[in-house]
């Protein structure tokens, strides 16, 4: 077995199946947790990148709530396996205006109705009070340390036997000598396989952390204008701002590893508006996520290409949905046909 890629998926792939006795090497081609998997905003949230109301709407009620219980068991299992890389601090999807609360009254009353647990909260209350209309706490959503949670979840395949090769760039999979080789790659994805290149199209998200407050202000990761801003505090603890890639949104697609002074600015200034002055800001950097037609990945077996699988496209919402989608490729390929994987047939894009 072959995977290319160590962020979640291909850890996540690998990790299932060293322990089902195959043998499987990782080929990748910086460090592990180097692409998205180490850059992100480190929220660990169940369900896909549509809310839960418009998944519906999408894919069926049977098999919208199929998905958010497949992530709820994937946040469980990831809780267990982080160990203190996660804190369970639930998450705050925030309404900026009028609209946004009406949009996410509808998500919280479409996860009710299913049963799935959510608490409305009518007003954010503290330095959020008057600025956001209403808000979904999801009470068993998380915070991960993002790159320390994938070390360890490769370390935990590389004892179950997975050979994890860094500095390992594929040039093409047909190079690769395995029965099976999966593709796990996400926004990074260029060259390797061209219907993938046409489905994911490569997607910038910059972000900035500032040096240690002197107090914990928000809690819990939070969310607003559709996950155009997010924002959550490390344990340090720092101040973590990510997102207005809508003030540039053409530009944003791309595979360019670049901070931009025009989306800096914006996130330093909204820094400060959120705390009532300017913190120092110690960290930039950006990472590339996978976006697809639809906002849901593209996981399973390549049409056509006997043995060639893909794992890739979570459209910015790839900590716990990565982790499952490896895992279910992975126990596809050892043949134990998990009834998720057709949520995510890759054929729907191909
Ligand atoms: C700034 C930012 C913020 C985000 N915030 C969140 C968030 O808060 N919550 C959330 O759920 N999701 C978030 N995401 C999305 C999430 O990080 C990704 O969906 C997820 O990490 C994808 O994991 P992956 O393992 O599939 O891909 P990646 O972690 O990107 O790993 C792919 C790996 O493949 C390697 N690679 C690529 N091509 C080759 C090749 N030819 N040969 C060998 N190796 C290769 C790369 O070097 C890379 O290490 C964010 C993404 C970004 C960029």
Redesign the pocket.
Known sequence: MAI?????????CALTLAHAGLRVRV???????????????????RGGAPPYDVARAQLGAERAAALWRLTERALERLAELAGDAFRRTGSLRLAADDDEATALRAEYEALRADGFEAEWRREPDGRLAGRFHGAIFHPRDGS?H?ARW?RGLALRAAEAGADIRER????TVDELDADHVV??????????LEQLDRAVRP?????IATEPLNAEYFAC?H?ARYGYE?WQQTEDPRLVL?GFRDSALEDEFTAEETTTPGIQTRLEAFARELLGWAPKITHR??????VTHDLLPLAGPVPGRAGLWV??G?????????LA??DLVARAIIEQSPPELALFDPARAF
Do not use: K, M
């Open positions: 290319v890629g160590a962020g979640v998926t291909g850890c996540s080929h990748e081609a910086r460090e592990v947790a180097s692409g998205a998997s180490g850059r992100n905003g480190g929220f660990a949230l991960i993002p994938v390992d760039p594929v040039t593709i796990a790659t996400d926004g990074y994805t260029r060259g390797l997607t910038r998200g910059q972000v990761p969310y997010y990510g950097w950006s990472g590339i996520f996978g794992s890739c979570y459209s910015g919402h790839g900590n716990v949905l990565g989608c490896g």
